[in-house]
C-alpha cells in the first residue's frame, strides 16, 4: 500500500510539473514577443521594462493574471494576434529573467508605457515613474 502511495504521488506530481512547464514555455513565448514587437530597438534596460510593466499587470487586481491574457486584452497591444505568438530567440532570455525575478524592474511598478513619439490621453491620469529610452512608463494609482 505505501508503495502504491508513493507511485501515485509520483505521478501526480510529474503530472503538475508538465502542466507548469507547460504554462511557463507559454507566457515565455508570448513575453517573448511583446518584447520584441513592443521594443526591439530598445537597449536591453528598455527591452526589460517593457517586459516588467506586461508582469506588473499580471499582479495588478485590474488585468488578467498570465501574459498571454494581458497582451489578449482589447486595444492594449496593437500588434497582438494568434500569428504574431512565436518563440523569439533573441528576447526569450529577457522575458526568461523577467519571469523568474532575476532581473530587477526599472519602471518602479509600471503598468502602462508608450512610445515618446506619442500622448495617449490616459498618459495624463497615470501616475509617470520613468522614461527608459524611447518609451514613457506610468502605473496606475
Not at 4 to 31: G, H, M, P, R
Not at 37 to 63: D, M
Not at 134 to 141: A, T
Request: some cysteine; hydrophobic content about 40%.
Amino acid at each position: 500500500m505505501k508503495n502504491l502511495f508513493i507511485v501515485l504521488s509520483l505521478l501526480i506530481f510529474s503530472a503538475v510539473a508538465q502542466n507548469a512547464l507547460a504554462n511557463y514555455k507559454k507566457e515565455l513565448t508570448c513575453l517573448s514577443a511583446a518584447i520584441h514587437y513592443e521594443s526591439s530597438i530598445e537597449p536591453e534596460k528598455g527591452k526589460a521594462a517593457v517586459a516588467h510593466v506586461i508582469v506588473n499587470r499580471t499582479k495588478h487586481k485590474k488585468y488578467p493574471s498570465t501574459v498571454c491574457d494581458v497582451l489578449r486584452e482589447p486595444g492594449q497591444f496593437q500588434w497582438f494576434s494568434p500569428s504574431k505568438i512565436h518563440y523569439v530567440k533573441e528576447t526569450s532570455q529577457i522575458a526568461h529573467d523577467v519571469l523568474v525575478g532575476k532581473l530587477k524592474d526599472p519602471t518602479n511598478g509600471a503598468t502602462h508605457f508608450h512610445n515618446l513619439k506619442v500622448k495617449p490621453n490616459w498618459s495624463r491620469v497615470l501616475d509617470f515613474k520613468i522614461q527608459i529610452g524611447s518609451h514613457k512608463f506610468y502605473k496606475v494609482s
